[in-house]
């Protein structure tokens, strides 16, 4: 059954990313455009020997904090406190954050702090400090920060965002594993929806992973890239044939979103609508994807959009070069579109920035929407032999095409579905 809709609808209005394959939206689109990679060497000082050695990280440059705005803009100010202490994850959601606001046009145009929501995407987002600060604490326990305590907290992006930007609407942090990224978003349009708020800063930070963690995937059988040593841009490869598992990615993203009408009476542009969003359960604790799961959750979010799957042009993918993700997500595309399948273009934007964990459903979101209004379609830069040939995936170079349905598919660990149908703004 599915919610009863009223309200505002949703309208996306600023952006702002930090990427492996670009800084700031400019940078990011002209990325896709091109079908550049993001992945290179994965170098981790701390696990000489780990086996995968091929990753889509964050270098320094993508730390240097640059605003167009003057210097002294309140927000800019309370921005640059402390910013040098902070982490690299922090520092990304800083800067993707500061661009989606430049965006939108709020520095000019402030909004009531009570109107204005927060809401930041993913779950034990504090890891690897956890992790680095362990030795220190076993012989010197008696030196831990008290600032120790407020930053090993998810909600520390929370209150250092809020700061930064005098947000005093609701804030929270959602976590839903690989698919945080979306079910951030679908939190945040339905806020502003049911009036609880006017606009709604959506961030996905960066996954800062641990070594701990790392293995954890390699054991499980999820990361791959062992077989890319000597060609790490050819490791992340959704739906072909020599996909062994994902690439690690780093990815800082933000979304402002706002209500359609209020937006039009600030003035401010319109990049895209959200007509429809659904997430769902697959009542399942382990790693294993659903059809059926993903396939409900595609149509429940075309049904409360009120679209058919003639009018879908185009699927943002999950996409993950696992072989197991990659064929139950075909499958359940199959399943939902059937005869429509060979009419609607496929691509997965992880082929160029790796997976990007918590942030990925923020960061497909905004390539989602600069597809659509920018008028092309992104390739699958290694698709070589496609697992499924009735698809129409779009192939090593970028397509000229006007988009104006599409979906953005997100899934996560523990039976997380969920989906987000984007119109042109």
Known sequence: MNPVIGGDRVAVTGMGIVSSIGCGIEDFTQSLKQGNSGVGKLLLPALPDFPVQVGALLD????????????????????KKGFNRLSKSMKTTIIAALEAWRMAELQQKEMEPRRIGLIVAGSNLTTAMLYDNTDKFRQSPEYTSPSFVLQQMDTHYVGVLSEIFGIQGEGFTV????????????????????????????????????????????????LGGSSFAENPAAASRPFDHLHEGFIYGQASGCLLLESRKHAEKRGVTLWAEIAGTASQLDGNRSSDPSTDGEAHVMERCMQQAHKSIKEIQYINTHGTSTPLGDRTELAAIRQVFQEETSRIWLNSTKCMTGHCLYSAGIIEAIATVQQMVQGFLHPNINLDQPIDERFRFTGKVAERYQVEDALSNSFGFGGVNSSILFTRG
């Open 60 to 79: 320094e440059s993508s730390l240097n904090f640059t605003s167009d705005e003057p210097e002294g803009s309140s927000h800019v100010s309370r921005a």
């Open 175 to 222: 976590g839903g594993a690989s698919a945080s990224g979306n079910i951030a978003i679908i939190q945040a349009e339905r806020l502003i929806r049911h009036g609880y708020v006017d606009a709604c800063l959506v961030v996905g930070p960066m996954a800062d992973l641990s070594p701990m963690e790392l293995y954890g995937y390699l054991n499980m059988g999820a």
